[in-house]
């Protein structure tokens, strides 16, 4: 069992990109992973299953999770799906492409180091204008970061991967 749904995600978004390595001692002998007594085809095995559970979300909540969790073309593909998503949500007026998908990026914790700085230039705005866009677009992911994760838990914690918690929107956590 994991911490928690963060715990059981990152594993298994990170463990994909990880190779099996096919070794007699690391089949029968040894406990490779080190982690909770399992082998690494185990891990993998276990990793499997929580990406197949994520398969099974609907659209959008499983591409703002390979956004937020994967990495190289799942998080590229995540990323693109939900900043054409966000830009949906925004009033009517000038929408850059290239603007929404750094803001995504920089949500989920793996952007440019730009700043709010690049998105003012992708935009051709004023500073504030780009933070009154970006502060819209963060309170969008917000919601969705908030029902990917609720979903995540309802379903993690149905098959025992993850204690059975509440999310509690009124104060943002689970317990």
């Given at each position: 069992?994991?911490?928690?749904?963060?715990?059981?995600?990152?594993?298994?978004?990170?463990?994909?990109?990880?190779?099996?390595?096919?070794?007699?001692?690391?089949?029968?002998?040894?406990?490779?992973?080190?982690?909770?007594?399992?082998?690494?085809?185990?891990?993998?095995?276990?990793?499997?299953?929580?990406?197949?559970?994520?398969?099974?979300?609907?659209?959008?909540?499983?591409?703002?999770?390979?956004?937020?969790?994967?990495?190289?073309?799942?998080?590229?593909?995540?990323?693109?799906?939900?900043?054409?998503?966000?830009?949906l949500q925004q009033p009517t007026g000038v929408h850059r492409r290239r603007a929404y998908i750094r803001m995504v990026e920089q949500f989920c914790g793996r952007g440019s180091v730009g700043g709010i700085e690049e998105i003012r230039c992708i935009l051709k705005c004023r500073k504030s204008d780009a933070l009154a866009k970006r502060k819209g677009v963060w309170s969008c992911l917000d919601r969705l970061h908030e029902r990917a994760i609720t979903l995540a838990v309802r379903e993690f914690s149905a098959v025992g991967l993850v204690p059975a918690f509440e999310f509690d929107a009124a104060r943002g956590i689970l317990g």
């Open positions: 069992m994991f911490r928690s749904v963060d715990h059981a995600l990152r594993f298994a978004f990170e463990l994909e990109h990880i190779p099996i390595i096919a070794q007699v001692d690391t089949m029968v002998n040894t406990k490779a992973g080190g982690w909770r007594g399992l082998t690494t085809h185990d891990l993998h095995a276990q990793a499997a299953l929580i990406r197949r559970r994520v398969d099974t979300f609907p659209a959008l909540e499983r591409d703002y999770l390979k956004a937020y969790f994967g990495y190289a073309v799942d998080r590229h593909q995540g990323v693109l799906a939900i900043a054409q998503w966000t830009i």
